[in-house]
Every structure is written in C-alpha cells, then in structure tokens.
C-alpha cells in the first residue's frame, strides 16, 4: 500500500480527482432534482446522499491542495463515501435481482459509487480527524437513517418499494460498518503525513 502513496499525494493527481469529484457531484444533484423538487425544505440536506458525500471529498481535496487538514470534514468524507458508495452498488444489484436485468445506467452508478468507497479509504492514512469530529458524523449519519426511513426521503427506486423496512435495517448497519472503518483507519496515533510533490 506504501508504494501507492506517492501517487495519492502528487498534486497532479489531487487535481485530478477533485476534478472528477466535482463533475461527479453535479451530476449527482442533478440526478436528484425530481426528488428535490418535491422534497420539504427541511429535508433537502438529507436527501441527495452520494453527492453530497463526494462533496465532503471535494473540501477535503481543496485542503489537501493547501496543505491542510479539515478533519470534520474528513470524517464526513470517509463515512459518507463509503457507506453511500457501497449502499448504491447493493441497490443497484438487487434491483438487477429483482427486474433481471441491468443497463447502462446502472452499471455507471455500481462503478461510480464503488470508486467513491475506494478514494475514501485510500485517503484514510492523511486524514487528521479528532475523536469530536467522529462524533458529529455519527450524529449526522444516523440522523440521516431516521430521515429516510422514518420520513422516508430515501433515495427512490420505484423497484425496491416492497422493500423498504429491509433496506433501512441493512442501511443502519452499513452506517454502523462505515463508522468502525472510520474509526479504525482515522482514530490512531501513527498516521502518515501528506507531502504534496509538485
């Protein structure tokens, strides 16, 4: 894993997944204006979860261009990444289960959000997050999980309706997974430091 990071941190490569992260993030909130548009206002931060997520990543790659750390935001970024990352490949997969078959579309989604689940750990070593800041995502992420499967403001597949009280206990777990990995990876004194290489 060591020989990966002198890649992770040169600052061409930084570049060009903040790109690619800020493109992604537009797309994703794009992708949610039908919901958004019919979404009470106090619930519009909850509902956009993946882009949102990818947002968290794009300030954490802003602070990582200026040599800094913005571990609240770190902490979002991992726990998000992943858990929003892994849960859209799962959906993606039982909706191919349930219909029996897949497209295009959700071929893209099951390798963009698996990539998102990926550039979130691997960025785990330089992240510098205090144990408040683990704290205030658990809060947000759980929170999250009651907006949703309470208020239902889940993201929708029309597909996985008959599903729903499934889904939100195997969501609950994944955010519970994604916090111990957060957790584990961030949450220690021997973490490498991130030198930006021109």
Not at 76 to 90: C, E, R
Not at 97 to 108: A, F, P
Request: glycine share 4%.
């Amino acid at each position: 894993m060591k020989m990966i990071y002198p890649v992770l941190a040169s600052r061409a490569f930084l570049w060009m997944l903040l790109i690619i992260n800020i493109a992604g993030t537009i797309y994703g909130y794009v992708w949610y204006q039908w919901q958004l548009a019919d979404t009470p206002p106090i619930f519009l931060p909850f509902v956009p979860d993946s882009p949102t997520a990818s947002l968290f990543f794009v300030f954490v790659l802003i602070a990582f261009l200026l040599k800094k750390n913005w571990g609240l935001l770190e902490a979002l970024a991992i726990v998000t990444l992943f858990k929003y990352g892994i849960w859209a490949v799962v959906m993606n997969l039982l909706v191919y289960v349930v219909n029996g078959q897949i497209d295009l579309v959700s071929l893209m989604l099951i390798f963009s959000h698996l990539g998102m689940a990926v550039q979130g750990l691997l960025y785990a070593p330089f992240y510098r997050i205090k144990l408040w800041h683990f704290v205030v995502t658990a809060i947000w992420v759980l929170h999250n999980e009651i907006i949703d499967y309470v208020f239902l403001m889940m993201p929708r597949y029309q597909t996985l309706n008959l599903y729903i009280q499934e889904i939100g206990y195997f969501t609950f777990w994944l955010s519970i997974f994604s916090l111990e990995i957060a957790y584990i990876l961030c949450l220690r004194k021997d973490r490498f430091i991130l030198k930006i290489k021109t």
